[in-house]
Nanobody
Framework: QVRLVESGGGLVQPGGSLGLSCAAS????????MGWYRQAPGNQREMVAA???????RYADSVKGRFTISRDSAKNTIFLRMDSLNPEDTAVYYC????????????????WGQGTQVTVSS
């Protein structure tokens, strides 16, 4: 079983920046994908960013150019740098793990972290 522990998030003013991290432990495949989904009140959970084992990545159109995902493979940890945040980015951000990038993007059968709140407000 894979366990995900998230950190980061919080409250930031519009235009500000925040960082998230997520560390995976347990029975980790040699090839896997990790990233974040988010869910705002009243909305469906949506994919934000994902990174595969060899650095392939995907971003939601709404965050391209503002968010950057990276990974430390030796530590099975990923990071999300969020810049130019706006109120529409307010949501609970969930770290997730999948056997590969395509499964991750599908949103089916993922392993989820506990979620962390990101609030963008003045």
């Amino acid at each position: 079983q894979v366990r995900l522990v998230e950190s980061g998030g919080g409250l930031v003013q519009p235009g500000g920046s925040l960082g998230l991290s997520c560390a995976a432990s347990g029975r980790i495949d040699s090839i896997y994908a990790m990233g974040w989904y988010r869910q705002a009140p009243g909305n469906q959970r949506e994919m934000v960013a994902a990174i595969g084992r060899h650095g392939a990545y995907r971003y939601a159109d709404s965050v391209k150019g503002r968010f950057t995902i990276s990974r430390d493979s030796a530590k099975n940890t990923i990071f999300l740098r969020m810049d130019s945040l706006n109120p529409e980015d307010t949501a609970v951000y969930y770290c997730a793990y999948a056997p590969n990038l395509w499964v991750f993007i599908s949103g089916e059968g993922l392993i989820w972290g506990q979620g962390t709140q990101v609030t963008v407000s003045s």
